[in-house]
């Protein structure tokens, strides 16, 4: 399955306060009180004072452009920012949202794998595949359980709402 980005969000999930054109704009991936998928943007000044209370999943950066080119952009940044989303679920930590976070590398790996983005290494041990990163020259252990069907549709659900289907 692929997931379609939405186009930039062209404010603030935060202040509703209008991006400018050359703004860093940090999308965060995380689950709310009731541990739904939500997606933020925010400015970088705000991504210290934002509260994820059903836990952070991952987080990617972008640069806002102007209007006539955010198509361009997002086609062309849509691979680059699944791969760094997948990146980030390295990142954060914490017992909120474990669960959502290994289906969601298990899921983006696979995809990515798909783009040969990612390689296998070896074969699945203990319920873990290994995966290297070659332009990074790292590896990465991505949990690899039978996924519950309606956590599954649910979280495919969600990720289709934040970034488009």
């Not at 969000?9 to 999308?27: H, Y």
């Not at 939500?38 to 836990?55: C, H, K, V, W």
């Not at 990142?91 to 590398?105: F, I």
Request: proline share 5%.
């Amino acid at each position: 399955m692929d997931w379609q980005f939405n186009p930039p969000a062209r404010k603030s999930s935060l202040s509703d306060e209008p991006f400018a054109e050359g703004d860093i704009v940090v999308c965060i991936l995380h689950l709310d009180e009731q541990a739904q998928l939500q997606r933020a943007d925010l400015r970088e000044s705000e991504e210290e004072t934002f509260e994820a209370p059903g836990g952070i999943l991952g987080r990617w950066r972008r640069e806002v452009k102007a209007p006539n080119e955010e198509a361009k952009e997002a086609r062309r940044q849509l691979m680059a920012t699944t791969e760094e989303l997948f990146l980030s679920l390295f990142e954060e930590s914490g017992a909120d949202g474990e669960e959502d976070r290994a289906v969601l590398k298990q899921l983006l790996a696979l995809m990515l794998e798909r783009k040969r983005v990612i390689k296998r290494v070896g074969p699945t041990t203990k319920g873990v595949q290994r995966y290297r990163h070659p332009k990074q020259d790292r590896e990465y252990d991505v949990p690899m359980d039978d996924i519950n069907p309606e956590k599954l549709v649910r979280i495919q659900e969600q990720l289709q709402l934040l970034v488009g289907g």
